[in-house]
């Protein structure tokens, strides 16, 4: 069964700002707990990475999965090409600029898992994942850009 989760934070920075650390799918292995080794393996001819594999590891379950990414102006999303343990995952980052010099960031994630987990793991993964994908990223950009 698929669970969602949405996770927003405002961020003291402007959206080119935001979307170059996404964009930076390289550091995640920095400001991402869970991810513990990222590869593009496949970019656009502006350079934003279009198909990337990632090795994640968390409450005890490693993966390894290709997500194929779509990018717009203030927006980025992924979907799961492959994957031992997922069947779906589905995820997006909008970005509104608030017009003062920060922006809000929605962080929407949808996951379907293979492996079956008690529901209370799930729940507790989802809310870390969202607090890692928002937190982590304004703490990211705040150290590069603050």
Same mark, same amino acid.
Not at 53 to 79: H, K
Not at 101 to 110: H, Q, R, Y
Not at 119 to 132: E, L, M, N, S, T
């Given at each position: 069964?698929?669970?969602?989760?949405?996770?927003?934070?405002?961020?003291?920075?402007?959206?080119?700002?935001?979307?170059?650390?996404?964009? @930076? +799918? @390289?550091?995640?292995?920095?400001?991402?707990?869970?991810?513990?080794?990222?590869?593009?393996?496949?970019? @656009?001819?502006?350079?934003?990475? !279009?198909? +990337?594999?990632?090795? +994640?590891?968390?409450?005890?379950?490693?993966?390894?999965?290709?997500?194929?990414?779509?990018?717009?102006?203030?927006?980025?999303?992924?979907? =799961?090409?492959?994957s031992g343990s997922q069947k779906v995952q589905n995820a997006r980052y909008e970005l509104t600029d608030n017009g003062d010099g920060t922006t809000k960031v929605v962080f929407d994630l949808e996951v379907d898992l293979k492996i079956k =987990?008690?529901?209370?793991?799930?729940?507790?993964?989802?809310?870390? !994942?969202?607090?890692?994908?928002?937190?982590? =990223? #304004?703490?990211?950009?705040? #150290? #590069?850009?603050?």
């Amino acid at each position: 069964m698929a669970v969602s989760v949405q996770s927003v934070v405002t961020i003291e920075a402007g959206v080119p700002e935001i979307m170059e650390v996404l964009a @930076d +799918v @390289d550091s995640l292995v920095e400001w991402s707990s869970a991810h513990r080794a990222v590869e593009v393996r496949e970019a @656009d001819d502006e350079g934003w990475p !279009i198909v +990337v594999w990632e090795r +994640v590891s968390q409450y005890g379950v490693t993966d390894e999965m290709v997500v194929r990414y779509e990018w717009y102006e203030g927006e980025v999303s992924w979907s =799961l090409v492959e994957s031992g343990s997922q069947k779906v995952q589905n995820a997006r980052y909008e970005l509104t600029d608030n017009g003062d010099g920060t922006t809000k960031v929605v962080f929407d994630l949808e996951v379907d898992l293979k492996i079956k =987990l008690p529901g209370p793991v799930v729940k507790k993964a989802q809310k870390h !994942i969202a607090d890692v994908a928002t937190t982590g =990223l #304004r703490n990211e950009v705040l #150290r #590069r850009h603050g």
